[in-house]
């Protein structure tokens, strides 16, 4: 009986990994065993790879982005005053607004309908700090 002990060995690959190695299993003539044995990977996951390359999964990823940011001063700030949510938003309708997500801090973040979906997700994981 063979005890392994430690901690296990996980590769976390990079989009631009995985669309390079995926890019040599499509060169006319590769092996797609030898190319998966070469970078010491499964041809299962070099199969999902190639899948999600061709679904577009896997990149081109958009480049970072700032957003513009607003400071207020606190004289600025309220609290919200109305215990109901349905009402509360109902006072702030803005027409330009899609989402409003409320924080637990009381900080509201309201989005826009022309925010990207690639933007709306980068503030979102932002916001899960």
């Given at each position: ?23 040599e ?6 092996c ?89 997700r980068?503030?979102?994981t932002?916001?899960?700090?």
């Amino acid at each position: 009986m063979e005890i392994i002990t430690g901690i296990e060995r996980r590769r976390r690959w990079r989009p631009e990994e995985k669309l390079r190695i995926v890019a040599e299993t499509e060169v006319p003539g590769a092996c797609f065993a030898e190319v998966a044995k070469r970078h010491d990977v499964s041809r299962g996951l070099l199969w999902n790879w190639r899948r999600q390359a061709r679904r577009g999964a896997l990149g081109p990823y958009p480049t970072p982005a700032f957003l513009p940011v607003r400071v207020m001063g606190e004289s600025m700030l309220a609290p919200p005053a109305v215990s109901d949510p349905a009402r509360a938003s109902a006072k702030r309708h803005d027409p330009d607004c899609r989402i409003e997500v409320t924080l637990p801090n009381g900080t509201t973040v309201r989005i826009g309908q022309d925010v990207s979906l690639a933007m709306l997700r980068r503030v979102l994981t932002a916001l899960r700090v």
